[in-house]
């Protein structure tokens, strides 16, 4: 009997300490926390947008071993009795390490799935526009922004199930936690202001002043001092004190099209880390003094990031180059770059997510998501070519099969202004023009353009049929119903 309760206490104490160290010594966990050192143990994983699917990749070689597919692409989404999941974007995972939170924006669901088999063990269904979902410290809730609505939807981090609503600002775009679990931050996508939220009784306990409304995301510093979060419309990164009163510390222009924003801690110092979408660079800061110390060029979009268990490396989503990229932290180089899914969007890293064996069951093989064409827009009449850097806009054309999906990422225009992307007949952007979208620019004068149709085949050359007249993208200014001169057009 005392044999059995010896065993009994010391299962507990190991069982004390795996909850503890659970989420190693990086973000989201605690800087006290023991790094946990890169192994085949360890799972990266990248939510993707128009393939509707996760891209699951082995760290350890940078191999991708398939995709988790949790819905089709276009058009096989568009029938009303359709049951998948559409336009997969955000995530969060647990503090054992053993279950991903996948949050579909077009079908307004988390997917949890299991990390040892990768397989779906539930799904929830909460508001309109869900944005981002991630597990409190304790493991014991899941909060989920639901950014089409003014409330956080609180599911049971056990069951899954819906049990109460933090009501916010409209339009709450992501939440984060302290290390110690005391506090919820929740950044807005439609109001200028960050809450911040006691976890124990989801009471509103302060309010940090956004510098613009639309902040997708945001991170706490492992050492529980700071928040940084992002503004996508302004091309900023602020800075608030993670503890009573919540100051504001710092704000930076960073760049058009500020996507996310994640922290390593590692021997050189803890670093903040931020994907500029518009200028395809993710840039470093020191937390201490705000300084820039590198600027790293990843390829085109960059979107969401996470570093892995030891802060050795970051990873890094290229949205509109279907890719992962890995970044050295100590030397802020690349050190790999990885095909995956359409557009991806939030990245995790979860060290010790495959406790043993490969866990490959229920993967697919990358497929028609693997396959797209890129374009890049530059000045009209610039005379500039694909091979310039830095150029303005670049354009992903997402294979669906009868269709693409188009996504152009723009920038370099007069801010708040109304534009359209468009199909002209000559390459000089003169001629006719066929409108694909109209936009208007954010005031960093940048934005974000979709579309849906056979785009492919009428700017691609040798895609169509013989007499098929080859088409060229371009922006152009529109006003008072009038379409301006091109301002940019396709590159050669």
């Known amino acids: 009997m005392k044999h059995e309760s010896a065993i009994a206490i010391a299962l507990s104490a190991v069982t ?17 926390d023991p790094d946990i050192p890169v192994s085949h143990h360890d799972r990266v994983y990248a939510a993707e947008q128009f393939s509707n699917t996760v891209s699951v ?20 989404n568009f029938s009303p009795l359709y049951k998948g999941q559409l336009l997969v974007h955000g995530m969060g995972f647990s503090p054992d390490h053993h279950t991903i939170a996948v949050v579909s924006i077009g079908s307004n669901s988390v997917s949890f799935i299991d990390t040892e088999t990768n397989a779906v063990k539930h799904v929830t269904y909460v508001g309109r526009s869900p944005h981002e979902a991630f597990f409190t ?22 069951t899954y199930k819906e049990k109460s609503r933090i009501t916010v600002p409209s339009g709450p775009g992501m939440q984060i936690f302290s290390p110690d679990g005391k506090y919820g931050y929740v950044c807005s996508s439609f109001n200028p202001e960050t809450e911040v939220v006691s976890v124990a009784d989801h009471k509103i306990v302060g309010t940090v002043r956004q510098a613009s409304p639309f902040c997708p995301d945001l991170a706490a510093t492992p050492d529980g001092k700071q928040v940084w979060f992002t503004l996508k419309d302004t091309g900023k990164v602020q800075v608030f004190d993670a503890r009573p009163p919540f100051a504001l510390m710092k704000t930076l222009d960073t760049g058009p099209i500020t996507n996310h924003v994640n922290v390593v801690h590692n021997a050189n110092g803890t670093f903040a880390y931020v994907t500029i979408g518009g200028l395809n660079v993710v840039k470093v800061f020191r937390t201490d003094d705000f300084s820039q110390v590198a600027t790293i060029q990843v390829g085109n979009l960059p979107h969401g990031l996470w570093p892995s268990g030891d802060g050795s490396r970051i990873y890094v989503g290229l949205e509109n180059a279907d890719a992962m990229t890995a970044i050295d932290t100590l030397t802020n180089t690349v050190i790999a770059t990885v095909p995956i899914g359409q557009a991806p969007q939030a990245v995790t890293y979860v060290p010790n997510a495959v406790p043993e064996g490969k866990a490959t069951q229920n993967l697919q093989a990358l497929g028609l998501a693997g396959q797209s064409v890129h374009i890049v827009l530059v000045p ?5 070519t694909a091979d310039t850097a830095n150029v303005p806009t670049t354009v992903a054309l997402f294979d669906q099969g009868l269709v693409q999906v188009l996504q152009a990422a723009v920038t370099g225009l007069q801010p708040k202004q109304p534009y359209v992307l468009g199909l002209a007949d000559n390459a000089d952007g003169t001629g006719d023009l066929q409108v694909l979208a109209n936009f208007m620019s954010n005031p960093a004068g940048s934005a974000i353009v979709n579309a849906l149709g056979q785009v492919r085949q009428l700017v691609t050359p040798g895609m169509g049929n013989a007499g098929d007249k080859r088409r060229y993208l371009v922006v152009a200014p529109q006003g008072s119903g009038k379409l301006g001169a091109p301002v940019q057009v396709q590159s050669p």
């Open 16 to 32: 004390l300490v795996t909850a503890q160290i659970a989420w190693a010594g990086q973000a989201p966990g605690s800087q006290s």
């Open 57 to 76: 990749i082995d760290p350890a070689d940078n191999k991708l071993l398939g995709l988790i597919r949790l819905g089709d692409p276009s058009p096989g």
């Open 137 to 158: 410290p304790d493991g014991k809730e899941v909060w989920v922004t639901v950014r089409g609505e003014n409330y956080v939807a609180v599911l049971d981090g056990n």
């Open 380 to 384: 009209a009449g610039s005379g500039k």
